[in-house]
């Protein structure tokens, strides 16, 4: 079993930076974020292997956001926002390794969920 808290969201002008981070209290394996727009799925935004050693992004986030782990902690470092960049930010977390990068951005490969936090970029 695991728990985890989120912590980081706010409001931000577009263009600015936000560090969400995630405590996991028990085992903890692979980590991600995902997010939910309101009216939209919850959508894969970033992932991290267990050892930290692979990171895993969306298309829309590659070379903004950067994804990192110490041992049970993921942060989640947030550049350039955008207004699309609106959601609830969800931390997740696996309950077993992943052998395939496939895993990384299902939702149902992970069994623990944070309660969320939001994120909103105001132009």
């Known amino acids: 079993q695991a728990q985890l808290v989120e912590s980081g969201g706010g409001l931000v002008q577009t263009g600015g930076s936000l560090r969400l981070s995630c405590v996991a209290s028990?085992?903890?394996?692979?980590m991600s974020w995902f997010r939910q727009a309101p009216g939209k799925e919850r959508e894969f935004v970033a992932a991290?292997?267990?050892?930290?050693?692979n990171a895993y992004y969306t298309d829309s986030v590659k070379g903004r956001f950067t994804i990192s782990r110490d041992k049970n902690t993921v942060h989640l470092q947030m550049d350039a926002l955008k207004s699309e960049d609106t959601a609830v930010y969800y931390c997740?977390?696996?309950?077993?390794?992943?052998?395939?990068?496939?895993?990384?951005?299902?939702?149902?490969?992970?069994?623990?969920w944070g309660q969320g936090t939001q994120v909103t970029v105001s132009s």
């Open positions: 028990g085992r903890a394996f692979s």
């Open positions: 997740a977390a696996a309950a077993q390794t992943f052998s395939s990068r496939t895993y990384f951005s299902q939702r149902h490969q992970y069994a623990y």
């Open positions: 991290v292997s267990w050892n930290g050693a």
